[in-house]
């Protein structure tokens, strides 16, 4: 059984454009809130002006339909998806109240999708299992370090899951065509969606890892990630799933086109807690 990796977008804070949204530094809106004084949030009309820049963040990324790739002429959505135009899910402040907290690690609680009465025997694509993480007030788990990733295969192990979505996404969108920095792509071009980090190269072992979370193997027989479906109908494998022994070799991270569908796990996001935290006064996350 092997594990995982870490990094970040040079630039800010990368939330998905939409469309027709001209981005500063790759996948980022120029709508993004970095700082506020502290001494402007004292006032009633500071608070205001703070909470309705976190609206910007949050409906700048909800703009995002990240299910299409209309930028290099590839697929990302499938062959026969018929999901097309759709956008990220705001948080609902009564959902993250009571959001599942089935396990936790450091300030963070998780939760499988499949211990969830309401998704019990589900599958969902990579954006539909974002959105559904989204309205709790969290999103796909990003396995930012080896701790973390050890955490989801010893679960995926333990419980004997077949795969997970995680946060994981290529950026290979709009927005992204002009960064140098992320070529090749399949090395250089991964981050965590989730928390806006960039994951480290895929060709080398993690900094902080022991070992490469990457697969060594898959349907092409070479490392992971292989982008092996755009052989077979021209689709990307633009987000990264955890496979459970798929390909004989453990559980290891794999690139998988995003319109498979898949369980996932949750993880509590920051921004959207905070997001949440700021608009309902005295709520209770």
């Not at 977008?9 to 981005?23: D, R, T, V, W």
């Not at 796909?140 to 997970?164: A, G, K, T």
């Not at 480290?200 to 193997?217: H, I, K, L």
Request: proline share 6%; with cysteine.
């Amino acid at each position: 059984m092997q594990k995982r990796a870490d990094g970040r977008f040079p630039g800010g804070n990368p939330l998905y454009p939409a469309e027709g949204i001209k981005l500063k530094h790759g996948p980022e809106t120029p709508l993004v809130c970095t700082s506020v004084s502290p001494s402007v949030t004292r006032t009633g009309l500071g608070l205001k002006m703070f909470r309705g820049l976190l609206v910007l963040v949050i409906v700048a990324g909800a703009l995002a339909d990240v299910s299409n790739n209309k930028g290099n002429g590839q697929r990302t959505n499938g062959p026969n998806n018929n999901k097309p135009g759709r956008f990220l899910s705001l948080p609902v402040a009564e959902k993250c109240v009571q959001r599942p907290k089935q396990w936790r690690l450091g300030n963070h609680h998780y939760f499988y999708s499949g211990n969830i009465s309401r998704f019990a025997g589900k599958k969902f694509d990579w954006l539909d299992a974002r959105n559904e993480c989204r309205e709790f007030c969290m999103d796909l788990v990003s396995i930012e370090n080896e701790q973390e990733n050890n955490m989801v295969l010893q679960f995926i192990q333990r419980y004997d899951v077949p795969y997970i979505w995680t946060s994981g996404r290529l950026c290979d969108f709009k927005g992204c065509e002009d960064r140098k920095d992320l070529l090749p792509l399949n090395v250089f071009g991964w981050f965590w969606s989730g928390t806006r980090a960039k994951i480290q190269p895929t060709n080398r072992v993690p900094q902080g890892f022991s070992y490469n979370p990457w697969s060594q193997t898959g349907h092409k027989k070479t490392p992971q990630p292989d982008n092996a479906e755009y052989d077979i109908n021209q689709t990307t494998e633009s987000c990264l799933s955890v496979l459970n022994n798929v390909y004989n070799d453990g559980i290891n991270w794999h690139d998988v086109a995003c319109y498979h569908e898949k369980p996932f796990i949750c993880e509590d996001s920051d921004e959207l807690l905070n997001y949440i935290a700021s608009t309902n006064r005295g709520i209770r996350l």
